[in-house]
C-alpha cells in the first residue's frame, strides 16, 4: 500500500523544506496526487499553526475588550469541545485593517503551543485523528514538514523540558493516530549539526536567528541548564537530535534517513527517487 501520508523531519537547517518539495516532485512526476504542507502553513490539515485556545469566559472577556472587531473576530473564529479556536495569524495576514498590538498579544499567549503540554498533546492528538479519518477516505498522499516530531520535540523538550519518555510517547500516539494511513518517516540528516545550523543562521534573517535563540535559551531545557547565545543554542540542538534518534529508533513504521550534507539538489533528488521507488508501486 502507497503511503497516504510522508512525514519529513530533521534539525533546523538540515533541508527538511527542500526534501519536503523534492517528495512532492517526485510524487506529481509518479502521477501521484500529493498535497504538500510545509512548516508555517496555516492550512495545515493536522496542525494548529498560528490558532488560539480560548474558554468561553476569557473568549468573552477578549470580544468584551475589542468590540469594534467583535465581527472580524468571529470571522475567524470556531467552536470545538466547548473551546473557541481564533485563526489568528490568518486574520492578521488577511484583513485590511491594522489590527491592536495588543489584540495580537493576547491572542498569541493563548496560542496552542502556548498551552500546557498535556493540553496542547490533547489537541493536537485530536486533530491528528481527524485528519486521520479524512485522509483514509481519499487517495492523495499527504507530505507534512515537521508537524510529526519537531513540534512535540519543540513543545515538550524545548519548551517544558518534559522527561524523554514524555515527549517520545507524545510522537508515538501521533504515529497511532496515522498507521492506517501507511507512514512514511523521512529523516534529513547532515554530517555536521554546528556547520549547518551555522550556514542556516547566516542565510535568514537576523530577525529569524535571534527569535530561535531567544526561544531555545529563555525557557525549558536551555533555561534549566544555563544556556545563551549562539553557542548555548547549539548545545540545546545537539540534545534535541540525540532525542530526535531515540525517537526515530523506537518508532515501529515505515523510515528512511537521507544524508543532506552535500547541499547537491538533483543529486539528492535522485537519491530521493531511488528511497521512494518501493514505497510508490506498492
Given at each position: 500500500?502507497?503511503?497516504?501520508?510522508?512525514?519529513?523531519?530533521?534539525?533546523?537547517?538540515?533541508?527538511?523544506?527542500?526534501?519536503?518539495?523534492?517528495?512532492?516532485?517526485?510524487?506529481?512526476?509518479?502521477?501521484?496526487?500529493?498535497?504538500?504542507?510545509?512548516?508555517?502553513?496555516?492550512?495545515?490539515?493536522a496542525d494548529y499553526d498560528g490558532v488560539a485556545c480560548f474558554e468561553e469566559a476569557e473568549y468573552e472577556q477578549f470580544l468584551h475588550s475589542y468590540a469594534k472587531?467583535?465581527?472580524?473576530?468571529?470571522?475567524?473564529?470556531?467552536?470545538?469541545?466547548?473551546?473557541?479556536?481564533?485563526?489568528?495569524?490568518?486574520?492578521?495576514?488577511?484583513?485590511?485593517?491594522?489590527?491592536?498590538?495588543?489584540?495580537?498579544?493576547?491572542?498569541?499567549?493563548?496560542?496552542?503551543?502556548?498551552?500546557?503540554?498535556?493540553?496542547?498533546?490533547?489537541?493536537?492528538?485530536?486533530?491528528?485523528?481527524?485528519?486521520?479519518?479524512?485522509?483514509?477516505?481519499?487517495?492523495?498522499?499527504?507530505?507534512?514538514?515537521?508537524?510529526?516530531?519537531?513540534?512535540?520535540?519543540?513543545?515538550?523538550?524545548?519548551?517544558?523540558?518534559?522527561?524523554?519518555?514524555?515527549?517520545?510517547?507524545?510522537?508515538?500516539?501521533?504515529?497511532?493516530?496515522?498507521?492506517?494511513?501507511?507512514?512514511?518517516?523521512?529523516?534529513?540528516?547532515?554530517?555536521?549539526?554546528?556547520?549547518?545550523?551555522?550556514?542556516?543562521?547566516?542565510?535568514?534573517?537576523?530577525?529569524?536567528?535571534?527569535?530561535?535563540?531567544?526561544?531555545?535559551?529563555?525557557?525549558?531545557?536551555?533555561?534549566?541548564?544555563?544556556?545563551?547565545?549562539?553557542?548555548?543554542?547549539?548545545?540545546?540542538?545537539?540534545?534535541?537530535?540525540?532525542?530526535?534518534?531515540?525517537?526515530?529508533?523506537?518508532?515501529?513504521?515505515?523510515?528512511?534517513?537521507?544524508?543532506?550534507?552535500?547541499?547537491?539538489?538533483?543529486?539528492?533528488?535522485?537519491?530521493?527517487?531511488?528511497?521512494?521507488?518501493?514505497?510508490?508501486?506498492?
Amino acid at each position: 500500500m502507497r503511503p497516504k501520508v510522508i512525514l519529513v523531519e530533521g534539525l533546523p537547517g538540515f533541508g527538511k523544506s527542500t526534501t519536503a518539495q523534492l517528495v512532492y516532485e517526485i510524487l506529481v512526476e509518479h502521477k501521484v496526487e500529493a498535497h504538500l504542507f510545509v512548516e508555517g502553513n496555516l492550512e495545515h490539515p493536522a496542525d494548529y499553526d498560528g490558532v488560539a485556545c480560548f474558554e468561553e469566559a476569557e473568549y468573552e472577556q477578549f470580544l468584551h475588550s475589542y468590540a469594534k472587531y467583535n465581527e472580524l473576530i468571529s470571522n475567524f473564529t470556531r467552536t470545538y469541545e466547548g473551546h473557541y479556536l481564533l485563526e489568528y495569524r490568518k486574520m492578521s495576514n488577511e484583513q485590511n485593517t491594522e489590527l491592536p498590538w495588543e489584540l495580537l498579544d493576547i491572542a498569541s499567549r493563548k496560542d496552542m503551543y502556548e498551552l500546557p503540554l498535556a493540553d496542547n498533546r490533547q489537541w493536537i492528538i485530536a486533530k491528528w485523528r481527524q485528519f486521520a479519518q479524512q485522509a483514509s477516505r481519499e487517495n492523495v498522499t499527504y507530505i507534512f514538514e515537521c508537524a510529526f516530531i519537531q513540534n512535540p520535540v519543540t513543545v515538550g523538550m524545548i519548551k517544558y523540558d518534559a522527561p524523554e519518555q514524555e515527549v517520545a510517547s507524545y510522537v508515538a500516539e501521533l504515529a497511532m493516530q496515522v498507521e492506517e494511513l501507511n507512514p512514511l518517516l523521512i529523516y534529513v540528516q547532515q554530517q555536521h549539526l554546528e556547520q549547518a545550523f551555522r550556514k542556516v543562521v547566516q542565510e535568514r534573517p537576523k530577525e529569524w536567528s535571534e527569535g530561535f535563540m531567544e526561544y531555545y535559551t529563555t525557557q525549558g531545557f536551555g533555561k534549566n541548564r544555563g544556556y545563551s547565545g549562539l553557542e548555548g543554542t547549539l548545545q540545546v540542538l545537539k540534545h534535541r537530535l540525540e532525542l530526535e534518534q531515540r525517537i526515530y529508533e523506537s518508532l515501529d513504521l515505515a523510515k528512511i534517513k537521507v544524508d543532506n550534507s552535500a547541499y547537491d539538489r538533483k543529486h539528492y533528488k535522485d537519491v530521493l527517487t531511488g528511497l521512494l521507488s518501493a514505497y510508490l508501486h506498492k
